[in-house]
């Protein structure tokens, strides 16, 4: 906090000097008082450059910290615990993340080479969710294509508007297709916009499983192109059950269009790299959590 020290001078003024005396101490501390509340709050070098780093990598571990910056495993930890108190990033387990921010639209070419492993993971157990007669809602994303990948249920019938997912699925006998259409995304590799969410709405399904570029306990599950948002919440509003398939990347972020609040997402299944308050509020929302190792 900054702090300004006046120096106590005897002398002998008149009344009108106390008051023109007042008047400008008073001004000056507004002033002062002003300044102090709009000036960014000075923090150690170090941090910033600990913020730089997550935020061009996207995440950062505790021991790359600590190797980076010539520091202790313990002194990553306190600065990490403090730069989350301040608002500057988010921990997660075993480093950090960007702090709460509003998700933009990538590609499936920029989705495929991040966060792969966990992604294939997160795939693997929302595939063993899936019971022998279910029908499915599938919409685009690396992770959902992971599903698809690792689907091992029998008798399913699966509804989805990405391209992705109808390939993986269109070679098995044992699974019936519903492919459906609409205004070509071409970043996301899917169907969107109207047509497809009046044919998402006049079916019905037994589980929605639904990739995500944000997903907060308080915001729930937002996008950052409309006509993708639209076809997720047709999707939801189809559906009994609605599993939402994200890495640790996507949780506690917003995007700009709302989809569903929390409380109607059943199941959110992640990767262990997850900051584990974020997962206890999710839990609190009645979310359950999976973690896929």
């Known amino acids: 906090m900054t702090r300004t020290y006046y120096a106590l001078v005897r002398c002998q003024v008149s009344q009108n000097d106390h008051k023109m005396i007042a008047k400008a101490n008073r001004t000056r501390f507004a002033t002062h008082a002003v300044q102090t509340r709009t000036r960014r709050p000075i923090i ?4 910033e450059q600990i913020v730089e780093l997550v935020d061009a990598q996207g995440d950062a ?3 790359d910290i600590a190797c980076r910056f010539g520091i202790s495993l313990a002194t990553a930890r306190r600065d990490l615990a403090q730069m989350q108190k301040r608002g500057l990033l988010t921990r997660t387990r075993g480093g950090a993340v960007p702090a709460l921010q509003v998700a933009v639209a990538s590609t499936l070419v920029e989705s495929r080479g991040v966060h792969a492993a966990e992604k294939e993971r997160i795939g693997r157990a929302a595939a063993a969710l899936v019971q022998s007669g279910d029908t499915l809602m599938m919409d685009g994303g690396v992770t959902t294509y992971h599903v698809a990948r690792h ?4 008798d399913v019938t699966v509804v989805s ?3 992705d997912v109808v390939q993986v699925l269109a070679g098995r006998g044992d699974v019936t297709l519903l492919v459906l259409g609409g205004q070509w995304h071409a970043a996301s590799g899917t169907a969107t916009g109207a047509v497809t969410a009046q044919q998402i709405l ?6 929605a499983i639904l990739g995500a570029d944000a997903v907060s306990p308080g915001e729930g599950l937002s996008c950052p192109t409309p006509e993708i948002a639209q076809a997720k919440k047709a999707m939801i509003q189809a559906a009994r059950e609605v599993i939402v398939v994200a890495d640790h990347s996507k949780l506690d972020r917003v995007a700009l269009y709302h989809v569903a609040a929390a409380q109607r997402i059943s199941t959110l299944i992640t990767d262990a790299d997850a900051a584990p308050d974020v997962l206890d509020a999710f839990r609190a929302a009645g979310v359950q959590v999976v973690v896929a190792t």
């Open 44 to 47: 150690p070098e170090r941090w």
């Open 61 to 63: 571990k505790v021991a």
């Open 151 to 154: 689907l091992q249920a029998q």
């Open 161 to 163: 508007n990405s391209l």
């Open 202 to 207: 006049q079916l019905r399904a037994d589980k």
